[in-house]
């Protein structure tokens, strides 16, 4: 079982940064690959970015390639999302993931963090 805790969420202007931060719980974090989600209002929910058990892998929705960057620190069990030159349209609840391999659903979901950003 893992719990996971997002935040770093809030209200930024056009252009700025945010970093998410999402901790959890249990000792077996590096066995989970690690996703960011996000769900604005009225549309469906969309994968952000991905990373794999120790990091050596990343992947990217084509939105945010090249703006947005997934890391984890294994050590305090916690990934993360950075977050630059925000849009408009990044506004959205942002969750994370963990799912056991590449080819098993997600399991486990975060409560979730609001981002908004003005224009």
């Known amino acids: 079982q893992v719990q996971l805790v997002e935040s770093g969420g809030g209200l930024v202007q056009a252009g700025g940064s945010l970093r998410l931060s999402c901790a959890a719980s249990?000792?077996?974090?590096?066995?989970?690959?690690m996703g960011w989600f996000r769900q604005a209002p009225g549309k469906e929910r969309e994968s952000v970015a991905a990373i794999s058990y120790r990091g050596g892998s990343t992947s990217y929705a084509d939105s945010v390639q090249g703006r947005f960057t997934i890391s984890r620190d294994n050590t305090k069990n916690t990934v993360y999302l950075q977050m630059n030159s925000l849009k408009p349209e990044d506004t959205a609840v942002y969750y994370c993931a963990a799912r056991r391999s590449i080819v098993t659903a997600y399991d486990y979901w975060g409560q979730g963090t609001q981002v908004t950003v003005s224009s």
């Open positions: 249990g000792r077996t974090f590096s066995s989970y690959y």
